[in-house]
């Protein structure tokens, strides 16, 4: 079965600081890869999505960038994070079915 | 413009009556649909899916949803709900051929004894 790893759980973070948050997919191949911002009692807004190595679609034009430099890991990046950027973000991954990470809570301050 | 909608943003029930969520989308093609469950600060688990097929897809848990192409609905559906039960659920759909990965704003549901 597949499994995503996302960390770290949470994190604290001053304005203007860069931002790299890491997810790793097991038990499958070339999954489709996708990066979710969760706001407070607010729906998931798709940040990115690949379907392969080095292929990354915007969704949302934003302070964010996302990496896929191995078939299974998607970096979620910031080289100067906003107040704004602070939410739940959740990294998910799969072939037929997307499967979630435990989310990252980042709150910037 | 492409959407899915949930339009139930809270929902309370008592413990032991049946639930319906619903979920409407309004894509061009039939979408593969999902329905996802969150507890709060977790990450979403998926509870079933609809790609094709018997439109009365089971899930886990307990959970059904029906597929009806004609009212481009896809509403979750259990018969007896538990206290276990309570949490944020979501309804999700991916464009046949596209890769995108799209979620309603969420339905929250209470439980009361």
């Known amino acids: 079965s597949q499994t995503i790893h996302q960390w770290p759980a949470t994190l604290v973070q001053p304005v203007g600081s860069p931002l790299s948050l890491e997810c790793t997919v097991e038990?499958?191949?070339?999954?489709?890869l996708y990066w979710y911002r969760q706001a407070a009692g607010r729906g998931l807004q798709l940040l990115f999505y690949?379907?392969?190595?080095?292929?990354i679609s915007s969704e949302v034009p934003q302070n964010l960038s996302a990496s896929r430099p191995q078939d299974r890991q998607f970096i979620l990046s910031s080289k100067k994070l906003l107040l704004s950027d602070s939410g739940f973000y959740l990294c998910?991954?799969?072939?037929?079915?997307?499967?979630f990470g435990q989310g990252t809570r980042l709150t910037v301050v | 413009a492409q959407s899915v909608t949930q339009p139930d943003i809270h929902i309370t029930v008592s413990e032991g009556a049946s639930l319906e969520l619903r979920c409407n989308y309004s894509?061009?093609?039939?979408?593969?649909l999902f329905w996802y469950v969150q507890s709060p600060g977790q990450g979403l688990q998926l509870l079933l899916k609809?790609?094709?097929?018997?439109?009365l897809v089971q899930g886990i848990k307990g959970f059904e949803a029906e597929f009806k192409r004609s009212q481009s609905s896809f509403n979750l559906r259990k018969p007896s709900v538990h206290w276990s039960d309570a949490a944020e659920y979501f309804c999700?759909?991916?464009?046949?051929?596209?890769?995108?990965?799209?979620f309603g704003t969420g339905t929250r549901l209470t439980v009361i004894p």
């Open positions: 998910a991954g799969g072939r037929t079915e997307a499967f």
């Open positions: 038990g499958t191949s070339n999954p489709n």
């Open positions: 690949s379907v392969g190595i080095g292929q």
């Open positions: 894509y061009g093609a039939t979408p593969y």
């Open positions: 609809y790609f094709s097929g018997d439109t």
């Open positions: 999700a759909v991916v464009i046949t051929g596209a890769n995108n990965l799209f």
